[in-house]
């Protein structure tokens, strides 16, 4: 649990790894107490490499961005402007640090619980959600997406059938119109529309 909270008491071990994603070459800094500190996450990386990007439009949110994997692949590939939210503010340093190193520039990336400090509308919103953090957070992440996306927005994100990805599915089919873009061992990119 200790990933998914402010943590500056916690003992840090900046560390760095490089990766490839969608043929780009990324370098990332990671520290103790955020996700996934010494790789790129599977389920992040089947997320990405199964994003539509040319849906993506004009202007994404990545909630829950750590230390800025979604954000950054996202701004370097297509170019459009991305925020990104983190509860966590060392991971939301990472993020920052990250933005540099990658060279990216068109992203601002700020402290929010959930979507608390968000006060614009996006074309898209992208997430692989804190399933740690609980139900209560998962429902306001990938629920209250739909106050925050533009007319014709839309969510993606990713979760693991042993985490509940069915009955998410079912329920997100309440508010919106769901597609499964991708299925990968045990892991479901999905698509939300409004
Ligand atoms: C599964 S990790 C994904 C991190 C990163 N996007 C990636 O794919 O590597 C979920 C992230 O959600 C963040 N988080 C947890 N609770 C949150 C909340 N209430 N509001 C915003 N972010 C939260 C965690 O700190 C963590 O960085």
Redesign the pocket.
Known sequence: MG???SNEKLKSNRKQYDTQVLGHHFSFYTDNG???KDY??F??RV?LENLPFSELGESVL??????G??GIVISKIVGCSVDM????LR?IHLAKMNAKENEIDNVHIFE???YRNVEKKYTSII?????R?GKK?VY??VFGAKDHLLEDGKLFLVIRKDQGAKSLINDLQKLYNVEVLKRDKGFFVIKCSL
């Open positions: 990933q998914y909270f955020v996700f996934c790129l996450d389920g992040t997320l990545d909630v829950g961005c750590g230390y994997v979604i939210i983190d509860v966590n991971a929010s619980n959930c997430t692989n959600p804190p399933i953090a957070v306001e992440i």
